[in-house]
């Protein structure tokens, strides 16, 4: 089983005319945990050791964050952060799987959620292909 989705396409003016400023491999998912499910967009981030999503999602869920293993993290910026962990379903193009992701109020709410390697590459195999605007994701349980 091959999940495929298309490249997200960023619209950004350009002087008075709008075109298209980045290309990016962001996909819509639902996440979900007990009898809450929220339908959201993630950045497939290589770079990332995990997955991470805004904690006001993890409340809208039904989770109470704090209670989560608490994990600390960084980025490009320098920055660092609080994550709390919690097992959560992520439902890919049809294809579920239970997986742990990290919720947090150190990350912009107006971004996307982050897919990273735990979590994430340890359940999929990736393949980007920017050219044809695809990424391909094969669930490693049947591949």
Not at 10 to 26: H, N, Y
Not at 54 to 69: P, S
């Amino acid at each position: 089983m091959t999940i495929k989705f298309h490249y997200k396409k960023i619209v950004g003016l350009e002087g008075k005319t709008q075109k298209i400023i980045a290309l990016r491999p962001i996909i819509p998912l639902s996440i979900r945990q007990g009898n809450g499910q929220i339908r959201y967009e993630a950045l497939i981030d290589s770079g990332a050791d995990f997955c991470i999503f805004h904690a006001e999602l993890g409340r809208l869920l039904g989770l109470d964050i704090e209670k989560g293993m608490r994990k600390k993290f960084g980025g490009v910026t320098g920055q660092t952060g609080i994550a709390f962990i919690h097992a959560v379903t992520l439902d890919l193009g049809g294809f579920e799987v239970e997986t742990e992701c990290g919720f947090s109020d150190d990350i912009s709410r107006d971004g996307y959620g982050i897919l990273g390697q735990d979590g994430f590459f340890d359940n999929f195999k990736v393949t980007f292909d920017r050219r044809s605007e695809k990424v391909e994701l094969v669930p490693k349980a049947i591949n």
